[in-house]
């Protein structure tokens, strides 16, 4: 997630201030998707995505979205596709916990939208051309098609970005209107037909179809987000821009080798240099210390004997009861029961390793947490 300033009408063309709209998308609590997958969930045109709702999860809250704008590739590498991606409002980083560049889970879930379905005049003239924003639908919305309300025949609006345009005799000043038929793209839901959408609905104006798309389940289990536990395994654990990172003091710096590494893996954490100095390891946003029930790790030296302590630790301070560990040439695994190293803390934000007891080298490898 990354953050941004929205405002009422963006790039799927609603506005999500209307009244009929759900009270948290009234609320600002909209995002915009990332380019390559603005299709929506069921994986559909570039537009699919416009009004489709989520459920988010993160250390801190849960919160329904609605997806209101696109994050475009060009200006924004984060939105290139290398994750899933949304560029959360203000409104959104604030109900989750702060603003910041960070990590949560998410799910499409079916939009608790009550009422029907709308459509906002995006623009049309006299001659028949029109261009439409569709809005509170319970699930995004794969096809629309119209016929003239005094005939049977059915053509394809087609998608023009986030909304939907057609250039035909039903839509003419004097036209008789047209009748659309809305297509989910759950395909498990019948189709709905639309009330008659005549010409009196000019530019910027609201019309209310009068259908809505039947109820469906949402599909898989609640989100919960949870830290990646592996802090340091091949490489520092996250996704690209929000890892763990390491935080060096002293005449020690953290260089990432493939020499001598625990288990013949390809990388590993050299500290040289170590007496006198330390490494705090620490995740973007601090998390309770029940979520996970133990630290484990692996440390050896280049050459020298000697003791480290290692401890998890909250933003400001090392936990009280720190592990101290003997350290040879040898790979030598540690673990540290979170609970009883950090009695007085309910959140940590990562660890340290530091006072060693003489001069050494020091090799760190396989950092995680465990449940």
Known sequence: M???????????????NHPVLPDFVRQGL??????????SSYGGDPGEACGECWEMDTIAATQLVMVHDLCPIEGNPVCAGSHFHFDVSNE?????????LGEAAARQVPCPVTGNIHLRVASRNQ????????FNHRLPIRTVEYRSADGEQWQALERCLARWCG????????????????TSADST????????FPYSVGDEDVFDTGVQFAEVEAKGDPCVFLPPSDVYD?????????????????????????????GASASCVHLDNFEGAGLHITYRTPFPTSTFARLVLQIRTQSTEGTVEVAPRSEESRCSNPVVADVN??????????ASSCPEMDQIHGLTISRSNGPMDLVVDEIRFEQ
């Not at 990354?2 to 999500?16: A, K, N, P, V």
């Not at 039903?170 to 036209?175: D, K, L, S, T």
């Not at 839901?189 to 008659?196: F, K, L």
């Open 234 to 262: 091949e490489q520092w654990g996250g996704i690209d821009g929000v890892r763990w990172e390491p935080n060096t003091w002293g005449s020690t710096e953290a260089i990432e080798s493939g020499d001598g590494c625990a």
């Open 189 to 196: 839901v019948d189709p709905v037909e639309t009330e008659v």
């Open 2 to 16: 990354t953050q941004y300033g929205s405002s009422d009408i963006r790039w799927c063309g609603f506005d999500r």
């Open 329 to 338: 040439s040898e790979w030598t695994p540690v673990e540290v029961d979170v």
């Open 167 to 182: 250039d035909d005799d039903p839509f003419r000043e004097e036209g008789p209107g047209a009748v659309f038929r809305l």
């Open 30 to 39: 909209t995002v915009a998707i990332a380019e390559p997958f603005n299709g």
């Open 127 to 134: 001659y028949g051309y029109v261009q439409l924003a569709l």
């Open 92 to 100: 959104t980083a604030e109900a989750l916990g702060g603003g910041w």
